[in-house]
Protein backbone atom coordinates (compact mmCIF):
# COMPACT_ATOMS: atom_id res chain seq x y z
CA UNK A 1 0.00 0.00 0.00
CA UNK A 2 1.69 3.55 -1.23
CA UNK A 3 1.62 5.85 1.59
CA UNK A 4 3.46 9.45 1.98
CA UNK A 5 3.14 11.05 5.43
CA UNK A 6 3.58 14.77 5.57
CA UNK A 7 4.99 16.50 8.92
CA UNK A 8 6.65 19.98 9.63
CA UNK A 9 4.19 22.52 8.82
CA UNK A 10 2.58 25.11 11.33
CA UNK A 11 2.42 28.58 12.01
CA UNK A 12 5.14 31.04 11.57
CA UNK A 13 5.99 34.71 11.20
CA UNK A 14 6.93 36.34 7.90
CA UNK A 15 10.59 35.67 8.26
CA UNK A 16 10.80 32.81 9.48
CA UNK A 17 11.79 29.47 8.88
CA UNK A 18 9.87 25.95 8.09
CA UNK A 19 10.74 22.50 6.97
CA UNK A 20 8.18 19.93 5.48
CA UNK A 21 8.61 16.01 5.34
CA UNK A 22 7.63 13.71 3.58
CA UNK A 23 8.19 9.82 3.99
CA UNK A 24 6.86 7.21 1.26
CA UNK A 25 6.40 3.93 1.87
CA UNK A 26 5.27 0.76 -0.48
CA UNK A 27 7.05 1.72 -3.77
CA UNK A 28 10.47 2.25 -5.17
CA UNK A 29 10.74 5.77 -3.37
CA UNK A 30 14.36 6.43 -5.47
CA UNK A 31 13.22 5.41 -8.38
CA UNK A 32 10.28 8.31 -8.51
CA UNK A 33 10.75 11.97 -8.61
CA UNK A 34 9.50 14.20 -6.23
CA UNK A 35 7.62 17.60 -5.31
CA UNK A 36 5.96 19.67 -3.06
CA UNK A 37 3.18 21.37 -4.50
CA UNK A 38 1.10 23.88 -2.69
CA UNK A 39 -2.52 25.56 -3.21
CA UNK A 40 -4.97 28.15 -1.54
CA UNK A 41 -8.51 28.03 -1.89
CA UNK A 42 -9.56 29.24 -4.94
CA UNK A 43 -6.59 28.85 -6.72
CA UNK A 44 -5.06 25.91 -9.15
CA UNK A 45 -2.69 23.65 -7.14
CA UNK A 46 1.21 25.03 -8.05
CA UNK A 47 4.65 23.35 -8.04
CA UNK A 48 6.68 25.16 -5.38
CA UNK A 49 9.82 22.40 -6.04
CA UNK A 50 10.57 19.40 -7.98
CA UNK A 51 13.98 16.73 -7.56
CA UNK A 52 14.40 14.41 -10.16
CA UNK A 53 15.53 10.62 -9.74
CA UNK A 54 18.63 9.95 -8.62
CA UNK A 55 20.83 12.38 -9.96
CA UNK A 56 18.97 14.72 -7.83
CA UNK A 57 18.43 17.88 -10.27
CA UNK A 58 16.09 20.27 -8.87
CA UNK A 59 13.46 23.32 -10.44
CA UNK A 60 11.76 25.68 -8.33
CA UNK A 61 8.56 28.14 -9.08
CA UNK A 62 9.91 31.79 -9.09
CA UNK A 63 8.26 33.22 -6.24
CA UNK A 64 10.11 30.96 -3.99
CA UNK A 65 13.75 30.80 -5.54
CA UNK A 66 16.54 31.34 -3.58
CA UNK A 67 14.30 30.72 -0.54
CA UNK A 68 12.81 27.38 -0.41
CA UNK A 69 15.75 24.05 -1.30
CA UNK A 70 13.93 20.66 -1.76
CA UNK A 71 16.24 17.61 -1.02
CA UNK A 72 15.82 13.88 -0.78
CA UNK A 73 17.90 10.84 1.69
CA UNK A 74 16.56 8.18 -0.38
CA UNK A 75 18.01 5.70 2.30
CA UNK A 76 15.53 7.34 4.29
CA UNK A 77 12.64 7.83 1.72
CA UNK A 78 12.08 11.36 2.39
CA UNK A 79 11.93 14.29 0.56
CA UNK A 80 12.18 17.98 2.71
CA UNK A 81 11.27 21.38 1.86
CA UNK A 82 13.48 23.79 3.58
CA UNK A 83 11.61 27.17 3.75
CA UNK A 84 13.39 30.06 4.82
CA UNK A 85 11.95 34.04 4.83
CA UNK A 86 8.61 32.87 4.83
CA UNK A 87 6.12 35.17 3.22
CA UNK A 88 1.85 35.87 3.86
CA UNK A 89 1.67 34.88 0.28
CA UNK A 90 3.47 31.47 1.23
CA UNK A 91 0.21 30.32 3.27
CA UNK A 92 -1.08 27.32 1.96
CA UNK A 93 -1.62 23.65 1.88
CA UNK A 94 1.37 21.79 1.25
CA UNK A 95 1.53 18.63 -1.15
CA UNK A 96 4.08 15.79 -1.24
CA UNK A 97 3.91 14.27 -4.85
CA UNK A 98 5.84 10.78 -6.22
CA UNK A 99 5.51 10.64 -9.60
CA UNK A 100 7.00 8.24 -11.83
CA UNK A 101 4.55 7.08 -14.30
CA UNK A 102 0.64 8.44 -15.05
CA UNK A 103 -0.78 5.59 -12.60
CA UNK A 104 2.15 5.70 -10.78
CA UNK A 105 1.15 9.54 -9.45
CA UNK A 106 0.44 9.65 -5.49
CA UNK A 107 -0.05 12.38 -3.29
CA UNK A 108 0.49 13.33 0.47
CA UNK A 109 -2.42 14.22 2.59
CA UNK A 110 -1.55 17.86 2.80
CA UNK A 111 0.45 19.92 5.50
CA UNK A 112 -1.08 23.57 6.46
CA UNK A 113 2.13 26.27 6.56
CA UNK A 114 0.60 29.30 7.99
CA UNK A 115 2.74 32.68 7.43
CA UNK A 116 1.28 35.87 9.68
CA UNK A 117 2.06 38.31 12.55
Known amino acids: QVQLVQSGGGSVQPGGSLRLSCTGS????????MAWYRQTPGRERERVAS????????AYADSVKGRFTISRDNAKATVYLQMNSLKPEDTALYYC??????????WGPGTQVTVST
Open 51 to 58: IARPGGST
Open 97 to 106: NAFKTLEQDY
Open 26 to 33: GFTFSTFA
